[in-house]
């Protein structure tokens, strides 16, 4: 089966750094992304990692390992309208999105 | 970026009737359309995947004529519940895709209560 894991939730402090990690099992791989959702809104597009590495983007960078199924969304100089649910979803050989079912993000002043 | 637009934003309907949602791109031609249902505190459940002009493809535990789907053209989706219930009372977001980008692109969202 198809299977994505991500913590459940993550408490950090406004100006830090967190890292929120997901591991993924699919059929195919063709990407994966990492979505931010605020309560009671639809999800908005954050990356997307196709190859091995990092890719920056601001304060938010995101890294995958594809023989280790792994990837990270790491986020910088944390504000507190970074509070919200980050999502971690793959694209699996049918080009079909595999979600993950969130990490909570909870900033602490 | 592609825009994809939802109406409504929000409904609320009495138990045993039916509300249609649409869901739009408003920029490009979406081939394929994604709707997905978000409980409270859980992550999207996708419900089904339709192609212009075709019939719909639903995801497993989804009542086909329950959530009716229609996808006749290339920017216009939309999702009708039947027979609402209380239990029906979601959030319901679209997404599309077109072309030969294979990103998706969601729209903001309805929020239904059943009452």
């Known amino acids: 089966g198809q299977n994505i894991d991500q913590p459940t939730e993550m408490t950090a402090t406004e100006g830090a750094i967190v890292q929120i990690n997901c591991t993924y099992q699919t059929s195919g791989f063709n990407g994966l992304f990492w979505y931010q959702q605020h309560a009671g809104e639809a999800p908005t597009f954050l990356s997307y990692?196709?190859l091995d590495g990092l890719e920056e983007k601001g304060r938010f960078s995101s890294f995958l390992s594809r023989s280790k199924g792994y990837s990270y969304l790491l986020l910088k100089e944390l504000q507190m309208k970074d509070s919200a649910s980050y999502l971690c979803a793959v694209r699996d050989s049918n080009y079909q999105l595999i979600w993950g079912a969130g990490t909570k993000l909870i900033i602490k002043p | 970026g592609a825009v994809v637009s939802q109406h409504p934003s929000w409904v609320i309907c009495k138990s045993g009737t039916s509300v249609k949602i649409e869901c739009r791109s408003l920029?490009?031609?979406?081939?394929?359309m994604f709707w997905y249902r978000q409980f409270p505190k859980q992550s999207l459940m996708l419900m089904a995947t339709s192609n212009e002009g075709s019939k719909a493809t639903y995801e497993q535990g989804v009542e086909k004529d329950k959530f009716l789907i229609n996808h006749a053209s290339l920017t216009l989706s939309t999702l009708t519940v039947t027979s609402a219930h209380p239990e029906d009372s979601s959030f319901y977001i679209c997404?599309?895709?077109?072309?030969?980008?294979?990103?998706?692109?969601f729209g903001p969202g309805t929020r239904l209560t059943v009452t």
């Open positions: 920029d490009f031609q979406a081939t394929t």
């Open positions: 990692n196709v």
């Open positions: 997404s599309a895709r077109g072309g030969l980008d294979y990103e998706q692109y």
